[in-house]
């Protein structure tokens, strides 16, 4: 690693003076990213925790990474079902198979990459700008932002929602930690809201594109479970199968199971909240079964089969999962007290749910559940806040009389 | 019948080095050094120029806010330097110490009135050992306290005993806890739940608290905040239990002896032990001495809180421990990528949380550089206060002073968080913005 080193150290003299010392940041980045730098503490305490903010976000990274190759491999082994190209009789092993993968690396790998570049290129332009050193937290969110498209979203229109997430989402408030909605939402709410025929609707979670002598099957449909809910109040998929996420979908939302097992590493680690997870989950479940009881009074019958689902459907089909492991437990936007958790996972789930059974416009409620508890956090700390502020005084005053 | 309080939250630091229980002496020391840095919310005016021989006990410098804060030497002989840094502040004073040394009487009657107490301790210097809080700054004479808070616990990494440290010394303690007595209606002991040191299990004229748990279970703050918390216009003295046994001996030999027993630890050390030690002395022979060849950082005081004296460093008038680890050397490739079976971390990021009994060597490296804050509900694991920690840090970064008050800045000192700065994610320096949030509040308050 020496001979890295060296490299970084002849390099340093040029973006440190002259024409170059816009590229500081980044060059600041790369080498941090490679060397773990030799600072001492220098004021408080002696010694420090191993734990930096790279280390939290390659941890949700590690925990991502299972979600994100699966849906290369769901993204092929869609496309090519649509296709009748698959022999349904072998099962699992025409899942795993190096053309699927192939099909949907060559797809998410770019949208990867254009992610990174847009969203890191303004982060180091303000970074530059305010001289301070980059920060981390893009690392989570330029994965997670392609992690929430169809497979088919032209890059631009990717590129495009990263810079206004990051611009409009987090560099206007002050940037890094400063922020009030989660970015990677943030991009995709403006790309959901921006490109709608491109990001909602039944034509989008598959690619359909036929080569020269391929067809589509016959009665084909590429609707998601939730969009055959809401139009038809049924599904044509199982929950088993929901749960193991063959089903269309967007990249990384689609299986639950790997999304569970990110979720337990990220508890395990301490990174993720588990309180959020756990909130959301009971609140999830609760409009459910209030949905049950009320099933029966609704007069249409596709509200009818959409609110008596049992509540470990709305579990396994659509992002609740992906939403509240994920994006949820994002420290900066979620609530910022232990108390104030509880109430922002609870209502995400429940609010989450609830737009996406009552607004067929909105099949995927996650979105704008979080989103809108975004906004709610720091209203939520607030009381939370308050009630400690009061308890000091109420102690002041029983002190003094 | 003493109350045992629990303390859950907080964090033992699996440091190697513990200190033994063996007694060692550190040898006569060729020079001693008083820093005003040291005595929080002095403001120092020199009584003193070079060349001026003096007695131990004799004034050095005093408060020139409240001229009767006296700082007296610890050691008699000739002032030999006074260094001064940027614009004229006063560093250090110098001493080159007598073979033997004399002190200045002051006298072993032991008066009943609390003014004659109080002159007693201000003009022999021994005022200096009393905190009060708010502010955790040097207590102020013309207060009256509701409480005086003894801190009989050592529950910061390799903190000094005081069953070890108080060996010998009953009478003074004994003494002491007198004196503080007439100080204020209300003298408080803290122990740890399993002492069994007869001279703190058996101390006369206190109200015993028993406290367990991790560190920061013996800090002041959790104690005050368990038996009588502190409202705004509050004010509670401070002091560690092996200061009361010097303030004793001050008033049964009438001299100002500044001498402790004090553990010094830490993975440096060649062998970690107690030594007889006097505040203010200089630390070269006896690092020399005791410390293995390599590049140490040289600490007085905890790793949590002490400072970083160097190699030919003094140590510090008021402290109680020494610590010698390894400052941290060699950048470390992809660190934050492996799986780090070798790096501490109190989260469970790293995969060394598969080994929960392993001890570390651990450096001086901040493992990362500093960022903005981004992980919430981290400090709260390791501060076991009815405080909100990000939200105080906030105000404070913001000089809120309402806010500050409102949520609770009164009732906490910088030490209480240095176990959130260790495992701070975005390494922040918090036990320095905790200090200028108090330093700011008191400006502001008197």
């Given at each position: 690693?020496?001979?890295l080193?060296?490299?970084f150290?002849?390099?340093?003299?040029?973006v440190t003076?002259?024409k170059?010392?816009?590229l500081?940041p980044?060059?600041?980045?790369?080498?941090t990213m490679?060397?773990?730098p030799?600072?001492?503490a220098k004021?408080g305490a002696?010694?420090?925790d191993?734990?930096?903010?790279?280390?939290t976000?390659i941890t949700v990274i590690?925990?991502?990474?299972?979600?994100?190759?699966f849906?290369?491999?769901?993204?092929?082994y869609q496309?090519y079902?649509a296709l009748?190209?698959?022999?349904?009789a072998?099962?699992w092993?025409?899942?795993?198979?190096?053309?699927?993968?192939l099909?949907g690396?060559i797809?998410?790998i770019?949208?990867?990459?254009v992610?990174?570049?847009?969203?890191?290129?303004?982060e180091?332009?303000?970074?530059?700008?305010?001289?301070?050193?980059?920060?981390?937290?893009f690392?989570?969110?330029?994965?997670l932002?392609?992690?929430?498209?169809?497979i088919?979203?032209?890059?631009?229109?990717?590129?495009?929602?990263t810079?206004?997430?990051?611009?409009?989402?987090?560099?206007?408030?002050?940037g890094t930690?400063?922020n009030?909605?989660?970015?990677?939402l943030?991009a995709?709410a403006?790309?959901?809201f921006?490109y709608p025929?491109?990001m909602?609707g039944?034509?989008?979670w598959?690619n359909?594109?036929?080569?020269?002598g391929?067809?589509l099957?016959?009665g084909f449909?590429?609707a998601t479970?939730l969009?055959?809910y809401?139009?038809t109040?049924?599904?044509?998929y199982?929950a088993?199968d929901?749960?193991?996420?063959?089903?269309?979908?967007?990249?990384?939302e689609?299986?639950?199971?790997?999304i569970?097992?990110?979720g337990?590493?990220l508890?395990?680690?301490?990174?993720?909240?588990?309180?959020?997870m756990?909130?959301?989950l009971?609140g999830a479940?609760?409009?459910?079964l209030i949905?049950?009881?009320?099933?029966?009074?609704?007069?249409?019958?596709?509200?009818?089969?959409?609110?008596?689902?049992?509540f470990?459907?709305h579990?396994v089909?659509?992002s609740w999962?992906?939403?509240?492991?994920?994006?949820?437990t994002d420290?900066v936007?979620?609530?910022h007290?232990e108390?104030?958790?509880?109430?922002?996972g609870?209502f995400i789930g429940?609010?989450?749910i609830?737009?996406?059974v009552?607004n067929p416009?909105?099949?995927?409620?996650m979105?704008?559940?979080?989103?809108?508890m975004?906004v709610m956090a720091p209203?939520?700390?607030?009381y939370v806040?308050?009630g400690?502020?009061k308890?000091?005084?109420?102690r002041?005053?029983?002190?003094?009389? | 019948?003493?109350?045992?309080?629990i303390?859950?939250k907080g964090l033992?630091?699996p440091?190697?080095?513990?200190p033994?229980?063996?007694?060692?002496?550190?040898?006569f020391?060729s020079s001693?050094?008083?820093r005003?840095?040291?005595?929080?919310g002095?403001n120092?005016k020199?009584?003193?120029?070079v060349?001026?021989?003096v007695k131990a006990?004799e004034?050095?410098?005093?408060?020139k806010?409240?001229?009767?804060?006296?700082v007296?030497?610890?050691?008699s002989?000739?002032?030999?330097?006074?260094?001064?840094?940027?614009?004229?502040r006063l560093d250090a004073?110098?001493?080159?110490p007598?073979?033997?040394c004399h002190?200045?009487?002051f006298?072993?009657?032991?008066p009943?009135?609390?003014?004659?107490?109080?002159?007693k301790?201000?003009?022999s210097?021994?005022?200096?050992?009393?905190q009060?809080?708010?502010?955790?700054?040097?207590?102020?004479?013309m207060?009256?306290p509701k409480?005086?808070f003894?801190n009989?616990m050592a529950s910061?990494?390799?903190?000094s005993k005081?069953?070890i440290?108080?060996?010998?010394?009953?009478?003074f303690?004994a003494a002491?806890?007198?004196?503080l007595?007439a100080?204020s209606?209300?003298?408080?002991l803290?122990i740890?739940?399993?002492?069994?040191?007869?001279?703190?299990?058996?101390?006369?004229?206190?109200?015993l608290?028993?406290?367990?748990g991790?560190h920061?279970s013996?800090?002041t703050?959790?104690?005050?905040?368990?038996?009588?918390?502190?409202?705004?216009?509050d004010?509670?003295w401070t002091?560690?239990a092996l200061?009361v046994?010097i303030?004793g001996?001050?008033?049964?030999?009438?001299e100002y002896h500044?001498?402790?027993?004090?553990a010094?630890?830490?993975?440096?050390?060649?062998?970690?032990?107690?030594?007889n030690?006097?505040?203010?002395q200089s630390m070269?022979v006896?690092?020399?001495e005791?410390?293995?060849?390599?590049n140490?950082?040289?600490?007085s005081?905890?790793?949590?809180?002490?400072?970083?004296?160097?190699?030919e460093?003094?140590?510090g008038?008021?402290?109680k421990q020494?610590?010698?680890?390894p400052?941290?050397?060699?950048?470390?490739?992809?660190g934050?990528?492996?799986?780090?079976f070798d790096?501490y971390s109190?989260s469970?990021?790293?995969?060394?949380?598969l080994?929960?009994?392993?001890?570390?060597?651990?450096t001086t490296?901040?493992?990362?550089?500093e960022r903005?804050f981004?992980?919430t509900?981290q400090y709260?694991?390791?501060?076991?206060?009815?405080?909100?920690p990000?939200?105080l840090l906030?105000?404070i970064?913001?000089?809120d002073l309402e806010?500050?008050?409102?949520?609770?800045?009164y009732e906490?000192?910088?030490?209480d968080?240095?176990?959130?700065?260790?495992?701070?994610?975005?390494?922040q320096?918090?036990q320095?913005?905790v200090?200028k949030?108090?330093d700011?509040l008191y400006?502001?308050?008197?």
């Open positions: 690693m020496k001979f080193q060296n490299i150290d002849s390099a340093r003299p040029v003076t002259g170059l010392k816009p500081y980044l060059y600041n980045a790369l080498e490679l060397f773990v030799d600072h001492n004021s002696h010694v420090r191993a734990i930096d903010l790279k280390r976000m590690f925990a991502l990474i299972p979600a994100l190759i849906g290369m491999f769901n993204a092929g496309h079902r009748g190209l698959l022999n349904d072998i099962g092993l025409q899942f795993f198979t190096l053309d699927n993968f099909f690396a797809k998410v770019p949208m990867i990459a992610t990174y570049i847009a969203g890191l290129g303004i180091i332009y303000f970074a530059y700008r305010n001289s301070h050193a980059v920060n981390e937290g690392l989570v969110s330029g994965l932002i392609p992690m929430t498209m169809p088919d979203m032209p890059l631009w229109m990717v590129a495009i929602s810079i206004f997430a990051v611009l409009i989402g987090k560099e206007v408030f002050g930690g400063m009030i909605l989660n970015p990677a943030t995709r403006f790309a959901f921006a025929s491109f909602s039944d034509k989008v598959i359909t594109t036929t080569g020269q391929e067809a099957v016959d449909s590429g479970a969009g055959q809401a139009t109040g049924g599904t044509t199982s088993w929901a749960f193991l996420g063959i089903i269309p979908g967007s990249i990384g689609t299986s639950t199971l790997l569970l097992l990110g337990i590493y508890i395990a680690t301490g990174i993720g909240s588990w309180k959020i756990l909130s959301s009971f479940i609760a409009i459910s949905f049950n009881l009320v099933a029966p009074n609704m007069i249409s019958p596709e509200q009818q089969g959409f609110l008596s689902i049992p470990y459907f579990l089909f659509g999962a992906f939403s509240t492991v994920f994006m949820a420290p936007s979620a609530s007290t108390k104030g958790k509880w109430i922002y609870f429940f609010l989450g609830m737009i996406r009552f416009a909105y099949p995927e409620g979105m704008l559940a979080i989103l809108f975004n209203l939520i700390d607030h806040v308050e400690n502020v308890k000091r005084l109420k002041l005053k029983l002190s003094t009389k | 019948m003493s109350k045992t309080h303390i859950r033992n630091l440091l190697l080095g513990e033994s229980e063996k007694v060692n002496s550190s040898g020391s001693f050094a008083l005003p840095s040291e005595f929080i002095l120092p020199l009584n003193v120029k060349g001026d021989k006990g004034c050095i410098f005093h408060d806010s409240n001229d009767k804060i006296l007296t030497s610890p050691v002989g000739e002032i030999t330097a006074i260094d001064r840094g940027p614009k004229r004073i110098v001493i080159r007598e073979e033997k002190y200045v009487n006298g072993k009657e032991f009943f009135e609390k003014e004659k107490i109080i002159s301790l201000l003009l210097g021994a005022w200096t050992l009393l009060m809080r708010p502010y955790g700054c040097i207590a102020n004479p207060d009256s409480a005086i003894v009989g910061s990494p390799f903190a005081p069953s440290s108080l060996k010998g010394k009953e009478e303690f002491g806890l007198k004196v007595n100080l209606g209300k003298t408080v803290s740890s739940s399993n002492e069994e040191s007869k001279i703190l299990l058996h101390a006369e004229g206190v109200e608290h028993r406290f367990s991790p920061p013996g800090n703050s959790v104690h005050i905040s368990k038996v009588s918390p502190i409202n705004k216009g004010i509670v002091i560690a200061d046994a303030i001996q001050l008033f049964i030999s009438g500044l001498d402790r027993l004090v010094a630890g830490g993975s440096g050390m060649k062998e970690p032990g107690y030594f030690v006097r505040g203010g070269s006896f690092f020399n005791n410390v293995k060849p390599g140490y950082r040289f600490i005081g905890s790793v949590l809180t002490g400072n970083n004296i160097g190699k460093g003094y140590l008038y008021l402290t020494i610590t010698i680890i400052e941290g050397e060699n950048t470390d490739f992809l934050w990528v492996l799986p780090g790096k109190f469970k990021a790293y995969f060394s949380w080994f929960p009994n392993r001890k570390y060597n651990l490296k901040l493992n990362g550089e903005a981004v992980v509900g709260d694991k390791v501060f076991p206060f009815d405080i909100f990000n939200q906030k105000s970064w913001a000089e806010k500050m008050e409102e949520l609770g800045i906490i000192v910088p030490e968080f240095a176990l959130c700065e260790v495992i701070c994610t975005s390494k320096p918090l320095e913005m200090r949030g108090l700011v400006a502001e308050m008197n």
